[in-house]
């Protein structure tokens, strides 16, 4: 039964994550107006918007005009569902599942827009760095290197306050380093190899997992991006010179490790 419950509050969550993958990147608002079809401007009853049921009753098409509907829809509400069940079984009815499947939910939307639109929105980069900080206040992370300095200097941190430092150690971190290597990258080569996107989203990803799991996860989406770009590459035949879409790298990564590691 509680994995019925997450998966079907999966389908919702990634039905407004359709929305934002959809609005974010114009800088529409993602609550007004109702949703419609791209093709014809009708709004989308309600009935015509359950999360997968809708598209296969109605054939994927739409109901007004018979436009052929993306499949993306119903991917990606299937994609969030399955993750939340994943989440829920690795965490349990729990707080910390909560936090988890709210931030695969926030890496899923960032790697599809990343993946078509070569962008990572500000609302949910930065928001989403914001509200890991204040979530490591009520779902604690493992102490990190910050509680081990002030444990070197003589203090003794509480395990709410190592947690918080954790956070924001390893969110500045994570966009540090990322940011430095976009530097010396542009500074070697001439042309831009990071976007601040990335470096934003490496701050959510820090604010959320501490400064390990982001490390891992830098790491990860690196050897993700060396491997099945170079496959890209040579599949499509783009040159060497053709810029991935790192994001959907690192948030694939990080969907990964919270769901998949041990």
């Known amino acids: 039964m509680i994995y019925l419950l997450a998966f079907l509050f999966g389908l919702l969550i990634g039905s407004f994550l359709n929305v934002c993958i959809h609005r974010m990147p114009q800088e529409l608002s993602v609550v007004h107006p109702r949703s419609a079809c791209p093709h014809c401007g009708h709004p989308i009853r309600w009935y015509d ?15 007004d005009c018979q436009a052929a509907i993306s499949w993306w829809y119903p991917a990606i509400e299937l994609v969030t569902a399955l993750l939340f069940v994943l989440v829920v079984h690795r965490y ?10 709210l931030f695969v939910a926030m890496m899923l939307a960032l790697a599809v827009v990343d993946l078509i639109d070569r962008l990572l929105p500000d609302p949910i980069t930065l ?43 390893g969110a500045a971190v994570a966009a540090g380093t990322l940011y430095v ?23 959510l990803i820090g604010a959320f997992q501490g400064l390990s799991g982001a490390f891992w996860t830098l790491m990860l989406a ?41």
Do not use: H
């Open 127 to 169: 928001g989403g760095a914001a509200l890991g900080f204040v979530l490591s206040f009520v779902v604690l992370l493992p102490p990190g290197i910050a509680a081990f300095l002030l444990q070197m200097w003589g203090l003794q941190p509480s395990l709410r306050v190592a947690s918080v430092l954790e956070s924001g150690v």
């Open 49 to 63: 918007n359950v999360p997968v049921l809708s598209f296969l009753l109605l054939g994927g098409r739409c109901r």
């Open 222 to 262: 690196s050897v993700m991006g060396a491997v099945l770009g170079l496959v890209f590459i040579l599949i499509f035949r783009k040159g060497l010179a053709y810029e991935l879409p790192f994001g959907t790298f690192l948030a694939a990564a990080a969907i990964l490790l919270v769901v998949g590691a041990p």
């Open 181 to 203: 290597v976009g530097e010396v990258y542009f500074r070697v080569r001439l042309r831009e190899g990071m976007g601040l996107g990335d470096v934003k989203m490496m701050a």
């Open 92 to 101: 349990g009815l729990t707080l910390e599942a909560a936090k988890y499947a």
